[in-house]
């Protein structure tokens, strides 16, 4: 089955610097990988999503890549806030796997701290 | 617009004891999940539905049960309550977009403890 592997499990930064987490996927069928952001007792939101026609997607300072070959997709923060100190999980769904939308597996996720 | 609710917040259960927690969405949602979260260990599929009257296992079904008799309610059943099932429960919903990828939408949590 797909398993979906994130790194790091923690990343410390300063303010304004930017932050990378990493995903690969072991199934080639994935076809949709989101990113949630989890803050501290609360459940996880969307915070940006890419379909496999597509290589990149921006929306503000965030980004997501996904190099399809490679099976990899990654997060980018870019000038980076203390409010974005949070938990990040990727997930990557593959059709037919629970229902023909595809049910998500998700990385273990990253902690992500901001330091002002 | 209250999205996805679930109760109760926090539970302490003792072993073999059983609960039911209550998830409740208001979004016209035709799939709903559960979820499990524990350290390390990332978000886990229970059980989830496609659709009023029916259920599915997903990841890590055993020890619990679902029911889905209505559209908007998902409920998960522990029908005795083992410290293993100590975790943090997420309840969730999605519609079909047509292609492939849901948006999953997540409730707040739900904080058991089985001592």
């Known amino acids: 089955g797909e398993n979906v592997e994130q790194h790091p499990s923690t990343l410390s930064v300063q303010e304004g610097d930017s932050a990378v987490i990493k995903c690969t996927y072991s199934?080639?069928?994935?076809?949709?990988f989101p990113w949630y952001k989890q803050e501290l007792g609360k459940g996880p939101q969307l915070i940006i999503d890419?379909?496999?026609?597509?290589g990149e997607k921006k929306d503000q300072r965030i980004a997501v890549t996904l190099n399809k070959t490679a099976k990899h997709f990654s997060l980018h923060i870019t000038e980076t806030q203390p409010e974005d100190s949070a938990v990040y999980f990727c997930?990557?769904?593959?059709?037919?796997?629970?229902?023909?939308?595809?049910?998500?597996?998700f990385g273990k996720g990253t902690k992500l701290s901001v330091k002002p | 617009n209250a999205g996805v609710t679930q109760t109760p917040k926090f539970r302490v259960l003792k072993t073999g004891q059983s609960m039911t927690l209550l998830c409740a969405q208001d979004?016209?949602?035709?799939?709903m999940y559960w979820y499990r979260q524990d350290p390390g260990m990332g978000l886990r599929l229970i059980h989830y539905s496609v659709g009023e009257g029916t259920t599915a296992k997903g990841e890590v079904p055993d020890g619990y049960n679902v029911s889905r008799l209505k559209k908007q309610n998902f409920l998960l059943g522990l029908e005795s309550a083992a410290p293993s099932q100590t975790s943090v429960y997420f309840c969730?919903?999605?519609?079909?977009?047509?292609?492939?990828?849901?948006?999953?939408?997540f409730g707040e949590g739900s904080w058991l403890t089985v001592v």
């Open positions: 199934d080639s069928a994935s076809n949709y």
């Open positions: 997930a990557a769904s593959i059709p037919g796997y629970g229902g023909s939308q595809g049910n998500l597996i």
């Open positions: 969730a919903s999605s519609y079909p977009t047509g292609t492939s990828g849901n948006t999953i939408y």
């Open positions: 979004m016209n949602h035709e799939y």
């Open positions: 890419i379909r496999s026609n597509v």
